[in-house]
């Protein structure tokens, strides 16, 4: 009798525990989601809504970049880094020009270095408009998404005019330019200056000072600075953990060293920091751009390069700062006109893998809040 | 501490450390394998260099040898150097992994691996990043062969 | 046949008697119901139709774009485009999901609103069902629909579907009741549950106006639980397309699709339509006390005008939250119900017995 009694008694045990304990699941996220903006795919292990595990999985548009670089010309290179992070195309074209006249010892007109800087500022201020805008798209409020894009299009046309192309400009080129600005440029960035800085406090208005938005923003996602740089999380994110990892300000290229701006540094560690370091960068950009577009000098727009560059034999990197952070690029010359190495340390691929450490406990919704305050672009983490 | 001190310092650690400064901005230190793991964890503890943050970890195909190279910079003192690992073992090519002490290196290891076939001991997860599992080959180091795809001039 | 455009209890009645004049008694009945059905099939649709091209329009506005303009005058016939193309795609079923309760889903979705328009009151005697307790039948049914949404999560063998559905149910349950307790606090003042005597308690003014604070706060929190509820934003977590993709309608297609769609749109009418019957007087013009002078050149507007005008009004104010707030997650929106909606109506509901008692009401 007492036997059958503990078997049942077993029985209810085994029920009542499965009952109470839950279990943990996968969740595919991507390669085809709305909110991994392209084709990142995001292993989740989650315990009800509740993020246990993320693990990135990278590579659906790996083009060997790298690979291709090493068939390439110098001047070839160049256009291949726009494909990596299309939003600061520039900046990236910048990085290789940069890391080529360092290895040539060549160095390039003022009107160059204003004329690279102008451009960069620009290319930024539109990163972090789009971003703003999908950040915004990403925690449901769809409205910002087409803010962003309405003030995102008049700086493009500003790049239409003066090299042809919106999105991927190849503007740059060793030595220099492609050709000279336009001459309208000058007056319309300044015509966008003035449009934009009455723009940007709608955007606080907008989003900063929404209650759910600060709700959903504020102590989610926390990276500590020893994280950040262990990570190597760089550019906004890395510098809302209080990073000081400001490429521009630790290590001058071009005229950044000629302009007065502050590295913006907080220390909130979580998303309502990177969030804020962002549109505080857009203040700064808007301060940078001010200061040199009156003080263009006149000169050549390229400095005198030979047909086919080659490189003296050495390695030679270079890093520039991009909207979404420290962009290497490493070179191995040995003396042949293509390089024997080339190396793209990008931002992205760094920053994307501080998510699993950031995402632990924390909910799904507050994922993808994280998610688009690291500014992800998934070519530049593939290249 | 600047790169006379760096390398009295590494000296000090391993006595076998080759050092180059020749075509290059940054001091070059290149160790064999066995140091690797030892040496990176000094300069990475050491009051005096604090090299915590590492900007760039990459393999090149040297083709007598691999190399992995890891840009180190210190974000107290900002000091910069490289730290090289020659791995002369072609056929299988192993190195101690670095990622215990800097985490991104255990992404940027699984890229190496990835494309060098270069292994890393200890590593958590060795894993292919950019490719697929089944992916035959590595597809950066100069030997690699796929004549669908590359275009040899 | 005496038809008026201010009261269509005459003209209901005389074709309740051509009715029964030319069938039986119970025949005619039957006719009556078959006419009532397919007045509210075509209403239902067109409602749907007009409702998705408003929407897109407000957004649009709101957005500082156009929206649809190609499709015929100003892209009016756009949804209606919109809904052939959905006729004519192909239902897709994903595999070893429970085909019955999969297509079982769209269809109670789209009953819970069927049922409740019914008890809509459009204009004086334009009203299908009129109980004594309409309010309540109406609170009661609209749930019905989230049978439908967890079944939809639950058959479609998708965690993302699933992930929706549960937070759907756990929503719309505790939006539930501050919903109905803010109903409630008005039903204090007027004393019956009727619809048709709710409105006709507010021929002397709207109970927004009448009902001093405890009103406007019942109002308020109508608002914030119905748009809840129907699982509109800021509130749409059920969807929320960057986290879930679509929730609990990811893998429908086609026409099911649709039905999800319609009867979204046809629950957030019926939220405006409850809304302006209990806090704004349904069809009832806006009339001030005693002053005949006024009331009598508001009663030159016809009801239905006024009926529609309302719910176009408060159908604007929820867009209009829709398209500027971010959407809150899931423990947010259940703090928000259980740690301030709720005890707020409670204490409401309690503020408003002691106006109706002391009668500090107008």
Redo the contacts between chains.
Sequence with gaps: MSNIFSLISDKEKQSTSSATETQEYFVNMGPQHPSTHGVLRLLLTLDGEIIRKVEPH??YI?R?I??MCE?DSYQQIVHLTDRMDYLSCHINNEAVCLAVE?GLQLEVPDRVKYIRTIISELTRLSSHQLWWGVMGMDLGAITTFLYGFRDREQIIDIFEETCGARLTMNYNVPGGVMFDIHPNFQKRTKDFLKYFKEKLPEYDELLTGNVIFTERTKDIGYLSKE?A????V?GPSGRASG???DVRK?DPYSAYDRVDFKEIIRTDCDSYGRYKVRIAEMYESLHIIEQLIDNIPEGDFKAKTKAVIKL??????Q?VETARG?L?V?I?SDNKKSP??V?F?SPG??NL?ALD?MAKGYKIADLVAMMSTLDLVIPDI?? | MNNDELKNMILKVVPEAEFSE?????L?VTVTPEHLHKLAEDLKSNKDTLL?????L?G??WVSHFMV?Y?LES?VH?HRM?LKVKIPDRVNPAVDTVSDI???A???ER?VYD?FGIKFNNHPDLRR????EDWEGY??RKDYKDEVN?VE? | MNFSIYDFTEFIRSIHFWLTGIFSPALADVIGLAIIGVCFLLFVTLLGLSLVYIERKVAAFFQQRLGPMRVGFWGTAQTVADIIKLIFKEPLVTKNSDKFLFNLAAFIVLIAPFMVIGAVPFAKGLHALDFDIGLFYITAVSSIGVTGILLAGWSSNNKYSLIGAMRSGAQIVSYELSVVLSLLTIVVLTGSLRLSEIIASQSDGWWIFKGNIPAIIAFIIFIVASTAESNRGPFDLAEAESELTAGFHTEYSGIRFAFFFLAEYVNFFIIAAVGATVFFGGWMPLHIGNIEFFNNAMDVIPPVIWFFGKVAALLFLIMWFKWTFPRLRIDQLLTLEWKYLLPISIVNILLMSLVALNGWHL
């Design positions: 990278i590579g790996h060997s790298e690979k068939k360092k994280d740089i262990s990570y190597g760089t990073f000081s990892c630790k003296p034999p050495g390695e030679y990197y890093r420290e290497g490493y191995i024997y190495r190396k340390r691929f760094s893998f450490t593939d290249r | 020749e075509g290059s901005e940054f070059n915590d943050y590492m900007f760039c990459t090149v195909d190279v840009h974000t900002s490289v800097w985490r991104t255990e992404y940027h890229e494309l990043i950019l490719l697929e597809p950066l590359i001039l």
